[in-house]
């Protein structure tokens, strides 16, 4: 199932290879994270799909309010990956979560779960590096956000490392 939707994922966004590239990378930490965090296989199916469609609003963002802002990928997003997701046989609980996170992806004050908070650490993990954050920054997000063993190694491995 994970590899027919980022075959559309891929196919949705063209030739568009930086943000292909971007849900590659999400969702390569999200799957790593949710398992060492041993998360069951229904909310590992659950961050997987939601990381690898967690940007698809942006499109239509872009084209409807010449913005790739977070709240307009957050209100797009949803009915993209309803598409998308249409005739994947996805139980209707586990799409309205997947829905769910990626229309609250930019939402920090209402992470509700731990699959949410995995989808915000893989999002910065990346969004770190590709936004050449400095260390002060990369800090105060950890500080701010991280809350998994798993993704605050990450960070701190990756990032912070003196």
């Known amino acids: 199932m994970i590899a027919s939707i980022l075959g559309k ?3 949705y966004y063209g030739e568009d290879v930086r943000r ?3 849900a590659l990378k ?3 930490f999200a ?3 949710a398992r060492q965090e041993k998360l069951s296989e229904k909310e590992i199916l659950i961050v997987e799909i939601a990381s690898v469609l967690h940007d698809i609003g942006i499109k239509e963002a872009e084209r409807k309010y010449n913005s790739s802002s977070g709240k307009y990928q957050e209100v797009e997003g949803p009915p993209v990956a309803r598409e998308l997701l249409d005739g994947m046989n996805i139980e209707p609980q586990m799409l309205e979560r997947v829905c769910y996170l990626i229309g609250n992806h930019h939402s920090y004050q209402k992470i509700d779960g731990l699959d949410f908070q995995i989808l915000v ?3 910065f993990l990346v969004n770190v590096f590709e936004n050449e954050m400095p260390a002060h920054s990369i800090e105060a997000v950890k500080k701010r956000y991280f809350k998994t063993e798993t993704g605050g190694k990450f ?3 990756m990032y912070l490392r003196k």
């Open 31 to 33: 799957r790593c994270i």
């Open 155 to 157: 960070l701190e491995n």
């Open 9 to 11: 994922m891929i196919l």
């Open 20 to 22: 292909i590239n971007h």
């Open 26 to 28: 999400v969702y390569g």
């Open 121 to 123: 650490e893989a999002d």
